[in-house]
Each structure stands twice: as structure tokens, then as C-alpha cells.
């Protein structure tokens, strides 16, 4: 099953669920030796009920803004979960514009494992699972592993197979 | 790759589909695998029924691919909780909560008297209430799948 080029996608969007989503594809991809791809989907729809803009703090942001500032949501997460630990996978990033569901699942195509967090929490988690969880587990040709977010994320320390 | 893996299986083919995964994510001479099989029970004028009329060949054959499990060297074991109606998803959390399990894998759809649902109720739940990763596996390729 596992294959030397085995990939794992993992979606993240800077949340913390998706830190945890993301600790436990890092690990799983060291256990492994398989290649890591960080995906993270934007729309310039979703900027708009931004905090920053309901203040009038922030200009709408262009089509280039919100790219980059989703890079360095997807930056920042890698850096916080990785926290400076050496690791030995090979880690690719993608950053697309479109829905985070259709998206993830086009990236996942020809993935081992497709990863994602779910913000299921608090005594109203049984009534909701997150769009994007249900939706991969709808449309995910392939395996899905939805981590919840109560997940400890110690579980997943970065395991450095190789000196 | 995981220690502690519990799987969720109904007995169906899309079940087998699920313990070969299973088997291929055992991380190594360490690590067991649960099989846990849950029969919902209904009641009725007669008494008390199995909800699914094959429930003895399902238990069956599910046991009879765990012996192949053992016989391969795969530390497993083979539950059978028997519950009301109501809650298979709950009674598998909580197996694996007990057990720490580090993955649940469930089928994305198994026997579903309604084929048009393309999650079946019990992995859905499983997300819902389950407090470790939760792998889904999708139904094999030849099964038509809906558009979005």
C-alpha cells in the first residue's frame, strides 16, 4: 500500500482545528516517508465578513491581496506546527482560489490520504460538522481522515525519522 | 501508520474494502486492530430482532476474515456489541475511547436501505461524536458516484 511517492494532502486555513488536521498529516507523513501537500483554498467572498472589514479597518481586499494573505495563513500554520522542528518529508504547498471542499477534493485525487480538521466542539457538536469535513466525506474518491479538533495535538509530535 | 486502529465493519463487501485498509495502516508487530461489529436490535410484536434479517452471516463472515487476520499475524480482536436502536456510532466511540484507539476506520456507506444517501448515518455520526481521527473509505469506483 505504501508506495515510496505515496502523497497526503492535508487542507489547512490557519485555524486552529486545522493545526491539529495538520500535526497529525506531518506526523502520519514521517511515519510513512510520503510526501506532504498543504493546500489551502481562498475566495474573495469569505474576506468579505472579515472582521477587519465590518470596522472599515480594511480595504477590500484584491484578488492578489487575498492569495497572499493566504499564503501566509498556510505559512504561519506550517511554521506553528512545526515549530522550528527539523523534520525529513518532503513538504509541497498549493494555495488555490475556489471552495475549500471542491478543492481539497480535486487535490486529493491521487492522494493516499486526504486530511482534514473539523470544528465539531461544545455541546452542539452531535447538530454540526464542519462544510468542509462533510463535504470530502461526500465527494473524497479516496480515503479521508477528518481529525476533531478535541484531538491532542501532542498525540502528533513531528518524529524526525532520520538524523 | 497507527498502534491502536478500531474498525467499524457491517459486514459488507464495502466493509472488506475497509479491513484491507485497516491492515495496510498497522504500523507494526505492536500494533492491534479492534473489529468491532455492532448489532442494532428492533423490537417488535414477536420480540426482539436483529435489524438486519442476515445478521448471523454477517457476524460470520466478518469473524471468519478476523481468523484470516490472526492467521496472517495480525494482533486483532473481534467485538459484537449488541445495542437498541439508535446508537452504532456512539457504541463505536466509545470502544475506541476506552481502547485509546488513535483511528476509527469506517466505511463511508454500507448496507443503507436508501441508496441515495452517499454517507450512510453511521460514519456521519462517527464524526460527529468520535474523539480520535476518523478515516472514511469511500465506496469502490464502480459504484456510481452523484455530482455535486
Excluded at chain 2, 442494532?40 to 457476524?59: C, N, S, T, Y
Excluded at chain 2, 464524526?127 to 459504484?143: F, I, K, M, R, S
Aim: contains cysteine.
Amino acid at each position: 500500500m505504501t508506495t515510496a511517492s505515496a502523497l497526503i494532502v492535508v487542507g489547512v486555513d490557519g485555524t486552529p482545528e486545522s493545526d491539529v488536521a495538520l500535526a497529525f498529516a506531518i506526523d502520519e507523513a514521517t511515519r510513512c516517508r510520503d510526501s506532504l501537500e498543504v493546500v489551502t483554498a481562498w475566495e474573495t467572498e469569505t474576506s468579505l465578513t472579515s472582521v477587519d472589514l465590518v470596522y472599515g479597518v480594511a480595504e477590500f481586499p484584491t484578488e492578489a491581496q487575498a492569495q497572499q494573505q493566504a499564503e501566509r495563513r498556510q505559512q504561519e500554520a506550517l511554521e506553528r506546527v512545526l515549530g522550528g522542528r527539523p523534520h525529513s518529508i518532503v513538504i509541497a504547498t498549493q494555495v488555490v482560489r475556489g471552495q475549500p471542499g471542491p478543492v481539497l477534493v480535486e487535490a486529493a485525487r491521487k492522494a493516499r490520504l486526504l486530511v482534514v480538521g473539523t470544528r465539531a466542539l461544545g455541546p452542539v457538536r452531535a447538530a454540526i460538522l464542519g462544510s468542509v469535513s462533510r463535504y470530502c466525506a461526500r465527494h473524497a474518491e479516496g480515503p479521508l481522515v477528518v481529525v476533531p479538533a478535541t484531538a491532542e495535538p501532542e498525540d502528533y509530535q513531528v518524529v524526525s525519522t532520520r538524523e | 501508520m497507527f498502534d491502536r486502529i478500531v474498525i467499524a465493519t457491517d459486514g459488507s463487501a464495502h466493509g472488506d474494502r475497509a479491513l484491507d485498509l485497516a491492515r495496510s495502516l498497522l504500523s507494526g508487530e505492536t500494533a492491534r486492530l479492534t473489529v468491532v461489529h455492532v448489532t442494532e436490535l428492533i423490537g417488535g410484536k414477536g420480540g426482539v430482532f436483529p435489524r438486519a434479517a442476515d445478521e448471523d452471516q454477517r457476524r460470520t463472515r466478518i469473524a471468519s476474515q478476523v481468523e484470516g487476520l490472526q492467521a496472517a499475524g495480525v494482533s486483532v480482536e473481534f467485538l459484537t456489541p449488541t445495542i437498541r436502536t439508535g446508537g452504532p456510532a456512539h457504541e463505536i466511540a466509545e470502544i475506541a475511547d476506552s481502547l485509546k484507539a488513535d483511528l476509527i476506520i469506517v466505511g463511508s456507506r454500507g448496507h443503507s436501505l436508501f441508496t441515495k444517501v452517499v454517507l450512510g448515518s453511521v460514519p456521519i455520526r462517527l464524526l460527529q461524536v468520535a474523539h480520535c481521527p476518523v478515516l472514511v473509505v469511500p465506496l469502490p469506483d464502480e459504484h456510481n458516484r452523484p455530482e455535486a
